[in-house]
Protein backbone atom coordinates (compact mmCIF):
# COMPACT_ATOMS: atom_id res chain seq x y z
CA UNK A 1 0.00 0.00 0.00
CA UNK A 2 1.13 3.44 -0.67
CA UNK A 3 -0.07 6.71 0.90
CA UNK A 4 -0.34 8.89 -2.28
CA UNK A 5 -0.23 12.15 -2.55
CA UNK A 6 -1.51 13.83 -6.22
CA UNK A 7 0.91 16.46 -8.42
CA UNK A 8 -0.62 17.74 -11.43
CA UNK A 9 1.89 19.80 -14.36
CA UNK A 10 1.87 23.06 -12.70
CA UNK A 11 3.64 21.26 -9.82
CA UNK A 12 1.29 21.74 -6.75
CA UNK A 13 1.43 18.71 -4.83
CA UNK A 14 -1.92 17.15 -2.78
CA UNK A 15 -3.33 14.65 -0.06
CA UNK A 16 -5.27 12.58 -0.96
CA UNK A 17 -4.94 12.48 -4.60
CA UNK A 18 -8.13 14.12 -6.77
CA UNK A 19 -8.97 13.51 -10.17
CA UNK A 20 -8.26 17.19 -10.77
CA UNK A 21 -5.84 19.77 -8.43
CA UNK A 22 -7.45 21.37 -5.87
CA UNK A 23 -5.19 24.40 -6.59
CA UNK A 24 -5.75 25.11 -10.40
CA UNK A 25 -7.85 22.32 -11.91
CA UNK A 26 -5.45 20.18 -14.14
CA UNK A 27 -6.03 16.64 -13.82
CA UNK A 28 -3.25 15.24 -11.43
CA UNK A 29 -1.14 12.93 -13.44
CA UNK A 30 1.39 11.74 -10.94
CA UNK A 31 1.55 10.41 -7.77
CA UNK A 32 3.90 10.97 -5.03
CA UNK A 33 4.50 8.33 -2.44
CA UNK A 34 4.61 9.81 1.19
CA UNK A 35 5.04 6.08 2.96
CA UNK A 36 8.67 6.32 3.30
CA UNK A 37 9.17 10.24 3.76
CA UNK A 38 8.73 11.44 7.34
CA UNK A 39 6.97 14.39 8.24
CA UNK A 40 6.28 17.29 11.01
CA UNK A 41 3.39 17.42 12.86
CA UNK A 42 1.93 20.85 12.05
CA UNK A 43 -1.26 20.62 14.82
CA UNK A 44 -2.94 18.26 16.83
CA UNK A 45 -5.63 17.39 19.16
CA UNK A 46 -7.20 14.58 20.83
CA UNK A 47 -10.84 13.24 20.47
CA UNK A 48 -12.85 11.69 23.86
CA UNK A 49 -16.01 11.32 22.39
CA UNK A 50 -15.43 9.34 19.09
CA UNK A 51 -17.69 7.49 16.80
CA UNK A 52 -18.65 3.66 16.97
CA UNK A 53 -15.73 1.87 15.87
CA UNK A 54 -13.14 4.37 16.70
CA UNK A 55 -11.03 4.07 19.41
CA UNK A 56 -11.17 6.42 22.36
CA UNK A 57 -9.13 8.35 23.19
CA UNK A 58 -8.05 9.18 19.06
CA UNK A 59 -5.46 11.67 18.40
CA UNK A 60 -4.95 12.89 15.43
CA UNK A 61 -2.64 15.34 13.61
CA UNK A 62 -2.22 17.19 10.43
CA UNK A 63 1.47 16.86 9.66
CA UNK A 64 3.38 18.49 6.94
CA UNK A 65 5.94 16.59 4.63
CA UNK A 66 8.94 18.34 2.94
CA UNK A 67 8.64 17.37 -1.07
CA UNK A 68 11.09 20.02 -2.08
CA UNK A 69 13.17 17.58 -3.26
CA UNK A 70 10.90 16.81 -6.18
CA UNK A 71 10.37 19.24 -8.94
CA UNK A 72 7.54 20.97 -8.05
CA UNK A 73 6.08 24.17 -7.49
CA UNK A 74 4.71 23.24 -3.67
CA UNK A 75 7.70 22.14 -1.15
CA UNK A 76 5.30 20.59 1.76
CA UNK A 77 1.76 18.54 1.51
CA UNK A 78 -0.15 18.61 4.21
CA UNK A 79 -1.86 14.99 5.65
CA UNK A 80 -4.22 14.69 8.39
CA UNK A 81 -4.39 11.53 10.01
CA UNK A 82 -4.50 9.41 13.58
CA UNK A 83 -1.27 9.42 15.71
CA UNK A 84 -0.01 5.94 17.45
CA UNK A 85 0.25 8.08 21.04
CA UNK A 86 -1.24 10.35 22.76
CA UNK A 87 2.21 12.09 23.57
CA UNK A 88 2.21 14.29 20.61
CA UNK A 89 3.78 17.77 20.30
CA UNK A 90 3.73 20.16 17.46
CA UNK A 91 7.14 20.27 15.68
CA UNK A 92 7.76 16.38 16.48
CA UNK A 93 8.89 14.54 13.31
CA UNK A 94 6.97 11.63 13.01
CA UNK A 95 6.86 8.92 10.06
CA UNK A 96 3.58 6.86 8.55
CA UNK A 97 2.99 3.49 9.80
CA UNK A 98 1.16 0.82 8.32
CA UNK A 99 -1.78 -0.40 10.09
CA UNK A 100 -4.49 -2.62 8.72
CA UNK A 101 -7.49 -1.37 10.84
CA UNK A 102 -7.93 2.28 11.42
CA UNK A 103 -11.25 1.62 12.59
CA UNK A 104 -13.31 -2.05 14.04
CA UNK A 105 -15.22 -3.22 10.80
CA UNK A 106 -17.79 -4.73 13.34
CA UNK A 107 -18.81 -2.01 15.02
CA UNK A 108 -21.69 1.32 13.30
CA UNK A 109 -21.70 0.21 9.85
CA UNK A 110 -24.07 -1.79 7.79
CA UNK A 111 -22.89 -4.96 6.71
CA UNK A 112 -23.72 -4.91 3.04
CA UNK A 113 -21.15 -1.68 3.30
CA UNK A 114 -18.88 -3.52 4.88
CA UNK A 115 -17.07 -4.54 2.04
CA UNK A 116 -16.79 -1.62 0.10
CA UNK A 117 -14.80 -0.23 2.73
CA UNK A 118 -10.69 0.55 2.73
CA UNK A 119 -9.85 -0.43 6.93
CA UNK A 120 -6.46 0.08 6.19
CA UNK A 121 -4.14 3.16 6.10
CA UNK A 122 -1.57 5.07 8.03
CA UNK A 123 -1.08 6.23 11.40
CA UNK A 124 1.97 8.74 12.41
CA UNK A 125 4.64 7.32 14.70
CA UNK A 126 6.78 9.98 16.34
CA UNK A 127 10.05 9.04 15.12
ZN1 LIG B 1 -2.34 22.41 -9.99
Redesign the pocket.
Known sequence: MTLAAG??????V?YPTHP???????P?DETVDLSDRTAEVVTWTTSTATPPGVREPNTLAIVEFDVSDLDA?DEFVRALGQVTTDDVESGDAVEPVYVEELRDPDVGLKRETQASQDWDGYRWDPV
Open positions: SCPNGHSRCPECGEQE
